[in-house]
């Protein structure tokens, strides 16, 4: 009873989302492209700011850093923990109403709160929280952006996100080095401000995909202990067990995050590019690329990316 109160909740909540973008569509009739899709950034940055004064716990991470890997994985040690429902995964406050044992966690990609704040040199209003960085090789983030522009993205996110227009013919080398919201270009520059604030952030923890990959028990740990989270051994390693790519891999096929909207569902169950759990390889770009384009891409990755991610 609980849950499906909860699920209505949720479901309200976007419901009243989607109506307030289009109310907003419907008074700027006649302005500008521009004009509207800056409108809407702002009113989807209120949104975020709202969540972000609320949350106990910010994730933030660029779009494809496997953000949605790490949900799921905290969410089913949640689930274990407290006696949680089977499936359920988090979305900011849903495990908090169920327990309020569990914290309130936003997960972002933090890409519209400037657009409300004005602020887009700092990160000032995350100084006062607890932010996790979830930080991802720009390379493999771009490749697999381009994958997500190609199969999976929704219409409207194209141009407020500054992705290329869809159906545009541009090669993966042009996508992953050019100039649009998922070039490698772009996720350096969202990792470099990142890098440039940590400090000034009261509470904040990095935690590299890469490393989450190669010892996902001890950078959960890590992780929950940051967190302020007392799980024990056995929920660490049932949370990384559930969480393993070949459990995400056949969930998504079952499409067992229904619940959760399109995050954890293909766009095209025959197409493996149009799968959220896509590949999970870590410096799988090589493979995409000839031994002369991966120089370039390497090169200008050393030339812009900021030390503290170790990506050379």
Do not use: C
Request: proline letters at 4%; glycine letters at 6%; a positive charge.
């Amino acid at each position: 009873m609980k849950l499906a109160l909860q699920n209505l909740r949720q479901a309200g909540q976007t419901a009243r989302k989607k109506l307030s973008r289009r109310i907003l569509h419907w008074r700027m009739r006649g302005q500008s492209e521009a004009e509207i899709l800056q409108a809407e950034r702002k009113l989807r940055g209120v949104e975020q700011f709202d969540k972000l004064q609320r949350a106990d716990i910010v994730v933030v991470s660029f779009g494809k850093s496997g953000r949605t890997w790490l949900r799921v994985m905290i969410s089913h040690l949640f689930r274990v923990m407290y006696g949680l429902p089977d499936n359920a995964i988090l979305g900011f406050d849903n495990f908090h109403n169920l327990n309020r044992s569990v914290p309130k966690i936003f997960f972002t990609h933090d890409n519209y709160i400037k657009d409300f704040t004005g602020d887009y040199e700092t990160k000032q209003p995350f100084y006062g929280k607890r932010v996790i960085l979830l930080a991802r090789d720009p390379r493999d983030v771009a490749v697999s952006q381009f994958f997500q522009w190609k199969f999976r993205i929704k219409p409207t996110k194209v141009a407020i996100n500054n992705y290329p227009p869809m159906g545009s013919d541009i090669s993966l080398f042009d996508f992953v080095t050019g100039d649009n919201g998922g070039s490698m270009q772009a996720v350096s520059d969202y990792l470099n401000l990142w890098a440039k604030e940590a400090d000034k952030v009261q509470h904040f923890h990095l935690v590299r995909y890469e490393d989450l990959r190669a010892e996902p028990h001890r950078e959960l740990r890590k992780l929950l202990d940051f967190m302020q989270v007392d799980a024990s051994e056995e929920h660490v390693n049932d949370a990384v067990d559930y969480s393993s790519y070949e459990n995400m891999k056949k969930m998504e096929s079952k499409q067992q995050f229904r619940l959760a909207g399109g995050r954890m569902m293909p766009r095209d169950k025959d197409n493996p590019n149009s799968y959220k759990v896509r590949r999970a390889k870590v410096g799988g770009y090589r493979d995409y690329f000839t031994d002369e384009e991966v120089e370039v891409i390497d090169r200008k990755l050393g030339e812009t990316l900021d030390p503290l991610f170790r990506y050379k």
